[in-house]
């Protein structure tokens, strides 16, 4: 296979990234949603970490030299209980999608998951995605705040957009999420996938299925369109086989959302969406190159 190559061009905007040398991880886990919580600590969920398919941490302190972890929950849920729709792994099969903090309540997105069935690449395969809440930050979960089959095939992998502590720094009323590992076959793959959906709902209906919406396109004067029927949802985002459980964070200094790949930098950051501040209709975290 030749090594991949992004489908957008360079940015002229971030031309480079300087690495703080400290990197602080505790245990063997993947994934790691976080989010700025009310209470000033870092809170993330980690896949397949210390023997449990998904735990729950706090980060404290000031800086990655003075930050502890701590283990708040090491099975927010039991896959035994939650993940009996085949195919999804009946031991295994449960992982964190996103985190968000918004007025003090800790929204986590989770999924449920298999190891692989699909020959191209035999990629994991995300089944179902539901939201569970917290209002004790991570110390008790509604478990069934949404039901377990909230969001389904493509929609499966839900990852919120970061707009700091406690989601204060939102551009509008809207919660914005985005839906990466989407295949061209749509399906949602853990690791593998061709795309990015993205979808928001007002902040105070956000376990309302039926209040959530899609991007759906640009019309004729480059205004979103949004949709109830994720049928209709175009990608925001397109890179065959190199999307997966990925996270954007918006950053108010340059006034960018910023993706990361975990597999991989491509080179450096990846810029791939941009605000438009003309409008809240338009405050759309989409675009179709980097910048």
């Known amino acids: 296979m030749p090594a991949p ?7 002229d905007f971030i031309t480079s990234v300087t ?6 991880h505790r245990g063997d886990g993947d994934m790691w949603p976080l989010t700025w919580a009310a209470d000033d600590n870092l809170y993330g969920g980690a896949g397949d970490n210390q023997g449990s398919p998904m735990n729950f941490w706090r980060i404290e302190g000031d800086g990655l030299q003075a930050a502890s972890v701590y283990l708040v929950d090491n ?13 999804a792994d009946p031991t295994a099969g449960i992982k964190p999608a996103g985190l968000l903090s918004m007025h003090g309540r800790l929204c986590f997105a989770v999924e449920a998951m298999n190891y692989g069935e699909n020959p191209s690449f ?9 939201i569970i809440t917290s209002d004790d930050f991570g110390r008790t979960w509604n478990r069934e705040a949404t039901p377990t089959n909230f969001f389904e095939d493509r929609l499966s992998s839900c990852h919120f957009v970061q707009y ?6 939102a ?10 590992g989407v295949g061209d076959d749509g399906h949602s793959y853990w690791e593998n996938g061709d795309g990015i959906l993205l979808g928001r709902v007002h902040r105070d209906r956000i376990l309302q299925r039926e209040a959530w919406t899609f991007f759906a396109g640009l019309d004729g004067n480059n205004a979103a369109r949004w949709t109830t029927d994720d049928r209709r ?7 065959t086989g190199m999307t997966g459980e990925d996270h954007v964070s918006y950053n108010p200094g340059l006034r960018r959302y910023l993706l990361v790949r975990a597999t991989a930098i491509i080179s450096c950051a990846i810029v791939c969406a941009k605000a438009s501040h003309s409008g809240s209709a338009n405050r759309v975290p989409v675009s179709r190159s980097a910048g």
């Open 5 to 11: 190559n992004p489908p957008y061009s360079d940015s």
């Open 19 to 24: 690495w703080d040398r400290f990197r602080y």
């Open 75 to 87: 099975l927010p849920v039991d896959p035994k209980r939650y993940c009996r729709i085949p195919p």
């Open 122 to 130: 035999n990629r994991q395969r995300n089944i179902h995605g539901w």
């Open 164 to 169: 700091g502590k406690d989601n204060a720094d």
């Open 171 to 180: 551009l509008d009323e809207y919660v914005y999420a985005y839906f990466p």
């Open 233 to 239: 949802a175009e990608l925001i985002f397109h890179y």
